[in-house]
């Protein structure tokens, strides 16, 4: 009778356990919505770091190739 009612307590633990994790990450989630924070993070973060990773990119110039000239490495394959 003892083994059983340690299996059920025991089952019973691991159920609010998990619902209590649950909880939290939808309270978390929530929150990241409410204020809106994955925006924030593109917007203030990863958004200027992208912007200087690639304006500091090395580009050829387009004015500098002659009119005349297909290079089709320049200009892409052509099919």
Known sequence: MKKAKK??????????????????????????FYYDLDGKLLYYVVEPFMKNHFDNMERRDPHTVPYDQIDSEYMGKSY
Do not use: D, H, M, Q
Request: aromatic share 12%; with cysteine; glycine share 8%.
């Open 7 to 32: 299996k059920k307590n025991k089952a019973v633990r691991f159920v609010k356990k998990t619902l209590g994790i649950a909880a939290l990450a939808y309270a978390g989630l929530f929150c990241v």
